[in-house]
């Protein structure tokens, strides 16, 4: 028998996106989802318009919003015919947190890579020992 969208139990929510039930509790505590009808059982019962939601949100975390970004973007979400440019600016934001997070994993990888220039010798000749040891000694100054 197919369960109807508007009478999906948590857990089949759950398979549809691919979100973990305690997650999705931890959303409808935080009003990130809506709170569900529930059955005479009182068991938590979704419809299309969570599905939706929760599809979005999890896209969402997926690409690395923080959860104050993502309620703004279903606030904007929730008024099509608003203006985008606050969706733009937290995505301008978004972006250059990522792109300094990718400046910051280049550098260590780069630091990793100039610590294995060791030739495998003894540990007093390690360049990795002595890196770690000395961080003047580091291609970069954070990473």
Same mark, same amino acid.
């Given at each position: 028998? +197919?369960? /109807?969208?508007?009478? *999906?139990?948590?857990?089949?929510? $759950? #398979?549809?996106? %691919?979100?973990?039930?305690?997650? &999705? @509790?931890?959303?409808?505590?935080?009003?990130?989802?809506?709170?569900?009808?529930?059955?005479?059982?009182?068991?938590?019962?979704?419809? +299309?318009? /969570?599905?939706?939601? *929760?599809?979005?949100?999890?896209? $969402? #975390?997926?690409? %690395?919003?923080?959860?104050?970004? &993502? @309620?703004?973007?279903?606030?904007?979400?929730?008024?099509?015919?608003?203006?985008?440019?606050?969706?733009?600016?937290?995505?301008?934001?978004?972006?250059?947190?990522?792109?300094?997070?990718?400046?910051?994993?280049?550098?260590?990888?780069?630091?990793?890579?100039?610590?294995?220039?060791?030739?495998?010798?003894?540990?007093?000749?390690?360049?990795?020992?002595?890196?770690?040891?000395?961080?003047?000694?580091?291609?970069?100054?954070?990473?």
């Amino acid at each position: 028998m +197919a369960v /109807h969208i508007e009478d *999906l139990a948590i857990g089949d929510l $759950a #398979r549809r996106t %691919g979100v973990k039930v305690p997650t &999705i @509790r931890y959303y409808e505590s935080i009003g990130l989802m809506p709170e569900p009808a529930r059955s005479e059982g009182g068991q938590r019962r979704y419809g +299309a318009g /969570h599905l939706a939601r *929760l599809r979005f949100v999890r896209h $969402a #975390r997926d690409l %690395g919003f923080e959860i104050d970004a &993502i @309620r703004e973007l279903l606030a904007m979400a929730a008024d099509p015919q608003g203006g985008c440019g606050e969706a733009h600016a937290i995505t301008r934001a978004h972006l250059a947190e990522v792109e300094d997070k990718i400046a910051r994993l280049v550098a260590l990888r780069d630091e990793l890579r100039a610590m294995l220039a060791c030739d495998n010798g003894r540990v007093a000749d390690c360049r990795i020992i002595e890196v770690l040891a000395d961080h003047e000694k580091c291609l970069h100054d954070s990473h």
